[in-house]
């Protein structure tokens, strides 16, 4: 298996892929996403980031955050947004699946997929083209046919701060066949 390596740039911004395990739709539940969310709050507490654009979809969340002036440690980040979650999911909704042998000998509860997909944002041009494809998501998958109505994403923030029209992606198709993407 080739090494993969990460880039880790002090204040960087980065996009992130996190996948469920066996692509469960876990996040289907709204009591899911609420524990989600508060747990990424949690985590900030900590290991403060700012937050940036996300996108909670049934099987797979997409993030983009910026790390502080002098910190490059985004992986303790994600492995504790996925620690807090895995733990206050299975305490308030249970995991009915054990997982494999390998994750039971880890005591891993199976939530999440090990691994995460990341991409350090080169620049403003790359931050836009990212922003637009967390949001444009869910038309992608099929799950609504128009951005706005997707209620779990940062859109409506970006549609309160002007940077979007309410009916944004409905003339445009967004080019999501680019690398870089980790889905």
């Known amino acids: 298996m080739p090494e993969y390596r990460r880039v880790k740039l002090k204040g960087g911004t980065y996009f992130f892929t996190l ?63 996925k620690r807090r979650f895995s733990k206050q999911y299975n305490k308030k909704i249970g995991v009915l699946d054990l997982g494999n042998k390998s994750r039971q000998n880890r005591r891993e509860l199976p939530i999440w997929q090990r691994r995460f997909w990341d991409h350090l944002i080169r620049d403003e041009n790359d931050l836009e083209h990212h922003i637009d494809y967390i949001h444009y998501n869910p038309v992608k998958h099929g799950l609504v046919n128009r951005v706005h109505d997707w209620k779990y994403s940062s859109f409506h923030d970006f549609v309160e701060q002007g940077y979007y029209d309410l009916s944004w992606g409905e003339d445009n198709k967004i080019d999501v066949e680019k690398e870089g993407f980790g889905e």
């Open 19 to 81: 996948v469920t395990y066996k692509r469960q739709s876990i996040f289907l539940f709204h009591e899911a996403i609420v524990l989600l969310k508060k747990s990424i709050d949690h985590v900030k507490d900590y290991y403060p980031f700012s937050l940036e654009a996300y996108c909670i979809l049934p099987d797979h969340i997409h993030l983009i955050f910026s790390l502080p002036e002098d910190d490059n440690n985004y992986s303790v980040r994600i492995s504790q947004i």
